[in-house]
């Protein structure tokens, strides 16, 4: 069974960095895609970083570009999103994201991922 389990969640200052893990397991045949929307109150799911297959490609939002950084450890099956100078519209669900089979192609569609997590809370607020 595949399944995506975010972590590192938290509540932060204005300003802070925090960093959450997507540890990802099931995928015995492919190395997948893997992708960060988010969700704030009120708002629709959003898209935040992708990282292909080999942890080389890399796609960011607009808003989050020059702030955030998607990273990946291939041995450990695990995805990273070190965000820097947070801010208050980061907070946020956020959710991790793969596709069901090998991709160098880190789109920034939801319908391209197959695989979603439950999510982790990150809270930006003085």
């Known amino acids: 069974q595949v399944q995506l389990v975010e972590s590192g969640g938290a509540l932060v200052q204005p300003g802070g960095s925090l960093r959450v893990s997507c540890a990802a397991s099931?995928?015995?045949?492919?190395?997948?895609?893997m992708a960060w929307f988010r969700q704030a109150p009120g708002k629709e799911r959003e898209f935040v970083a992708a990282?292909?297959?080999?942890?080389?490609?890399?796609n960011y939002a607009d808003s989050v570009k020059d702030r955030f950084i998607i990273s990946r450890d291939n041995a450990k099956n695990t995805m990273f999103l070190q965000r820097n100078s947070l801010k208050p519209e980061d907070t946020a669900v956020y959710y991790c994201?793969?596709?069901?089979?090998?991709?160098?192609?880190?789109?920034?569609?939801?319908?391209?991922?197959?695989?979603w997590g439950q999510g982790t809370q990150v809270t930006v607020s003085s």
């Open positions: 994201a793969a596709t069901s089979t090998a991709t160098s192609m880190p789109k920034n569609f939801s319908s391209w991922y197959a695989y």
């Open positions: 990282l292909d297959r080999r942890g080389v490609n890399t």
């Open positions: 099931g995928f015995t045949f492919t190395t997948p895609t």
